[in-house]
C-alpha cells in the first residue's frame, strides 16, 4: 500500500478507536484563534500525541489537539492547533490531519489563520475572506504516487474556496456589523517573515495577504472533495509596509484581540453551514 495512505488509515483507526463521531464541518484553527474551541458543547478531545505517527505542533499558540462537539447542533472536529511545514515535518504529515478529518466524514473544511497584510487597504486587525490563493511558495501535497483511493490524479483548482461558503461568510459579517476584506492569500514556508523585497513581489503577483498555512491544507482537502472556506486574520501589514520589526508574539496578540469578533463570525457561518 502506498505509505502515506497506509500511515492515514492506520491514524484513522487510532482515532475511530478512541472517538465515535462524525462530523460535518472540519475547523482549523489559527495561531491565537484557539480559544474558539470554548464555543464547541465539547464530547470528547485527542491529543494528536495520543495518536501513533501522528506529527504533533510545536508552535506557541498551538493546542495540539482535536476537539469533538457540537457548535449549536452541527457536529464538528477542531483541530486546535495545526502543524506547519517549517516545523520540519514531510508535506504529506501536513495535510495528515485534513486528509484524516475528511475521512471521519467531515464534508466541510473551515480554515482560519493569521497572516500579514500586502493589500495597502488592510489595516492591522482586519478579517481576510479567501477567495482565491496562491501555492506556489510551498510544495504541492499531492506529490508523490497519488491515493486513488482519495481523489484524483489532476484536480481542477478553479473555485477551491466554495462560492455558497463564501456567500455565507459575506452575509455572517454583513449581520454582524463586521468589516471583512476578501482577497487571495499566498502560503510561503515561513518560518523567517518575509523580507520587503519579497513582500513587494508577492504584492505585484496580486497576493492580499501572505501567511505560512492553509494553502496546502486546502488542496488536500480540495482532492477528496471537500466543501473549502477560509478566513484569515490580518493580524499586521507585512514587512516593509509596516515600519518594525515582525514577531510572533504580536501575531499572537493581534489575533487574540480580534478573537471575539472572530468567535461569531465562526459560529455563525458553522450554523448556516448546518442547515444547507
Ligand atoms: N507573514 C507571514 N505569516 C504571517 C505574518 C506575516 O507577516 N503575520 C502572521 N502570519
Known sequence: MNPVY????????????????????????????????????????????????????????????????????????????RVHYYEGYPITDVVLPMRLMALMGAKYAFLTNASGGINRNFKAGDFMLLNDHISLFAPNPLIGPNI????????????????????????????????????????????????????????KLGVDAVGMSTVVEAIAANHMGMKICAISCVCNLAAGICDTPLTHDEVQEAAAKAAPLFKQIVRETIVRIGNL
Open 148 to 203: 486513488d483511493e482519495i481523489g484524483t490524479r489532476f484536480p481542477d483548482m478553479s473555485s477551491v474556496y466554495d462560492p455558497i461558503l463564501r456567500d455565507i461568510i459575506k452575509n455572517v459579517a454583513d449581520d454582524f456589523g463586521i468589516s471583512m476584506q476578501e482577497g487571495v492569500y499566498a502560503q510561503l514556508t515561513g518560518p523567517s517573515f518575509e523580507s520587503p523585497a519579497e513582500i513587494r513581489m508577492l504584492g
Open 6 to 81: 497506509e500511515k492515514l488509515q492506520n491514524c484513522y483507526e487510532s482515532v475511530k478507536a478512541k472517538i465515535d463521531f462524525t462530523p460535518t464541518v472540519a475547523l482549523v484553527l489559527g495561531s491565537g484563534l484557539g480559544k474558539f474551541a470554548e464555543e464547541i458543547e465539547v464530547v470528547g478531545s485527542i491529543s494528536y500525541s495520543e495518536i501513533e505517527g501522528f506529527p504533533t505542533s510545536t508552535v506557541p499558540g498551538h493546542a495540539g489537539q482535536f476537539v469533538f462537539g457540537y457548535v449549536d447542533k452541527v457536529p464538528v472536529v477542531c483541530m486546535q492547533g
